[in-house]
Structure formats: structure tokens, C-alpha cells
């Protein structure tokens, strides 16, 4: 297995408008995570799925986040509109079984709103 | 509130030596602990997990112990080298246990000097 898949691995993008950045899990795997990392606050979970469904979403910052999991093999993250301080590298994460197990992340991607 | 915390501060220490890093958490009971290893533009690593009811792990030239009257994990690289520099984060699940929902702590970064 290729490992867990993020694209784009970098975005530039102007204030206001829509991103959508994308992950594909592991096969097999029943957890997938976003993290969002910056210097300041560190790794913070965004929101969690398992078996596809959204369990816990409290990270999410705004309404102008969104997750969503259509099938096990892909989830997309959307920030619209978009804000300088969303700037930010997001993580994807996936797991098997319960989360007791170790989490593979992707090699994140790095947004830059400006 | 729940709180991970971890050694702000960069760690730097001499080839050869051993070095610990701290993870300390309040307002949880996590039934495990996990270490990552995180390099610069990469996403984190898993390098070992610790239960509840495990007091220390070992793996190569690290070891993990976890003392839950204490509410401390630490993290020890025996005999470091130069490629042992990176951030260390350690991760907990949520204080539901089992639910899949890891949350990490701030990281410390170590620096091993030839």
C-alpha cells in the first residue's frame, strides 16, 4: 500500500475563495482524521470518521469547514471562504480498529491563504 | 479542561547520550499513549504505544514508560545519534476511552550534536 495519499502537497490560494483539499486512506482502514498543524497550537484534530460516518466534529473551527467521507477510499476537506489564518498545514490520518492502534498520516498538505 | 503537555523548550543534547522528553496530562484517563516522531515537511511517525496498565515498553534503543498516578509518560532514546533529531509528539485517546479520538501534544524538538 501506497500509505495514506494527500493532494494537493501545497495550495496557494486568495482570501475568500473555496479550497478543497483531498485524502485517500489506507485500504482496510476504519478511522480517518484531519489534523491542522501551525506553530502556535500544534497538531489539532479537526474532525474524525469511522466506517465513513463523521463521530466527533468539535474541532472543526468554523461553519466554513467541512468534511465529508463518501466511500472508504477517499474524504475531502473544504474551507469557503477561505481566511489568511486558515493558512495552515492539514493532515490526514487513518487508522484501523477502535483508534488503538497507530495512526499513518499523509505527508499533509501546506495552505497558504493570502 | 484536558491538557497535554509536553517540553517546550528544544532539547539538545551530546552524541551518545541518552535523552528523555516529557509528555504530562491533566483531566484525562487514557487507556494508551503513543509517541510519534515528526520531521521537518513530513507528517508524523508512529514509533510506539504504551497502555494503561503497561509501566514501561521497549523497542530498540527506545523506551517508554508511563506512570498514571503521575500522569506522565517518558520518552527515552539510549545511545543518540544525529538522525534521532526531530520533533517527538506523544498522542492520548480521548477521555472516552476507545473511541478512536487521539489528541497530541505540543511536541519537543530534539537536536543530537555530533
Known amino acids: 500500500d501506497a500509505g495514506v495519499i494527500q493532494s494537493p502537497r501545497h495550495e496557494v490560494t486568495e482570501m475568500g475563495q473555496e479550497v478543497t483539499l483531498r485524502c485517500k486512506p489506507i485500504?482496510?482502514?476504519?478511522?480517518l482524521f484531519w489534523y491542522r498543524q501551525t506553530m502556535m497550537r500544534g497538531l489539532e484534530l479537526l474532525i474524525y470518521f469511522n466506517n465513513n460516518v463523521p463521530i466527533d466534529d468539535s474541532g472543526m473551527p468554523e461553519d466554513r469547514f467541512s468534511a465529508k467521507m463518501p466511500n472508504a477510499s477517499f474524504s475531502t476537506l473544504k474551507i469557503q471562504p477561505s481566511e489568511p489564518r486558515d493558512s495552515a498545514v492539514y493532515f490526514c490520518a487513518s487508522s484501523f480498529h477502535r483508534g488503538s492502534t497507530e495512526a499513518f498520516f499523509g505527508q499533509g498538505t501546506r495552505l497558504t491563504v493570502v | 479542561s484536558q491538557k497535554i503537555e509536553q517540553n517546550s523548550e528544544a532539547l539538545n543534547i551530546q552524541e551518545g547520550k541518552t535523552a528523555t522528553l516529557t509528555c504530562n496530562y491533566t483531566n484525562y484517563s487514557p487507556a494508551y499513549l503513543q509517541w510519534y516522531r515528526q520531521d521537518p515537511g513530513r507528517g508524523p511517525v508512529f514509533l510506539l504505544l504504551i497502555r494503561e496498565n503497561e509501566k514501561e515498553k521497549r523497542k530498540e534503543r527506545l523506551k517508554v514508560t508511563f506512570d498514571t498516578t503521575l500522569k506522565q509518560s517518558l520518552f527515552h532514546i539510549t545511545a543518540s545519534q544525529p538522525a534521532d533529531s526531530a520533533t517527538y509528539l506523544c498522542?492520548?485517546?480521548?477521555?472516552?476511552?476507545?473511541?478512536?479520538?487521539?489528541?497530541f501534544g505540543q511536541g519537543t524538538t530534539l537536536q543530537v550534536k555530533p
Open positions: 498522542a492520548l485517546d480521548s477521555p472516552s476511552s476507545n473511541t478512536g479520538k487521539l489528541i
Open positions: 485500504s482496510g482502514h476504519d478511522y
